[in-house]
């Protein structure tokens, strides 16, 4: 099948400006919200314990993460106050709930255009909110997730920091990265077709270069600049600071990395925005 991109007379520079990307997501966001509740039904439509299983997935995978990096492993963190296995798993969660986000709105994004041919053909419908749907079904699956990471932490008798009334700003980098991401994926998904098994495989291997199951610390120092170079290791650390530790986050490390996470949700959205005048060529 031939790849077409449309030029149009648009030269996508005007979705650039910061006013017009929140004007134009703003005036929708009704339809926003109707599509992210859709999104949330309908990943468990069906089934008989329905939303529960919101709850059941991220237990079980705490679970069994846990046995094989704590017990089968023995990993464990070099600031944990003890070597108690539940504070090696609330340590490894808290980790998980940040990548989860960036893993859902990212591996789900090549096949939403592809995936919604009526809404390219048959109706004037916005499909840059697709991606912004998803995003905020993955927000709300986090929230949930959180909820029982601090249920464990009280379980285990460990006290709640104040610092996690922080944690919208620790967030920041990472929705507006894993935004402008989904955008351009969701894009290149329409022309290329094999994207989704690259993003994929991609995916697997920041799963492990992201410091989830391990500390920074422990990668030899050669090896360590890579890591630093995965935005998803500032963010996982800063949240176990501002939800476990107590800690402020690195506020420097922070704006460095939300003033790029906020450039790629703009270069996204505007290639977004500028090649969807194609879609219905290719679908």
Known sequence: MATVIREGSESG?????????????????????????????????????????????????????????????????????TDNLGEFAVTLFCGLIAFNVFNECVVRASSLVVGNPNYVKKVVFPLEILPVSVLGSAIFHSIISLCILLLTIICLGEPLHWTIIILPIVMLPLVCFSLGLSWFLASLGVFIRDINYTVILVMQVMFFLTPIFYPIENIPEPFRTVIYFNPLSSITENFRRVILWGYFPDFGELLVWALLALCVMLAGYAWFMKTKKGFADVI
């Open 13 to 81: 520079l005007e979705y650039l400006k910061p006013g017009t990307f929140l004007y134009n997501l703003w005036r929708r966001r009704d339809l926003i919200a109707q599509f992210t509740i859709r999104e949330i039904d309908g990943r468990y439509k069906g089934s008989f314990l329905g939303i529960l299983w919101s709850f059941i997935n991220p237990l079980v995978m705490l679970m069994i993460y846990t046995f094989v990096f704590g017990i089968v492993l023995k990993a464990r963190w070099p600031n944990a106050k």
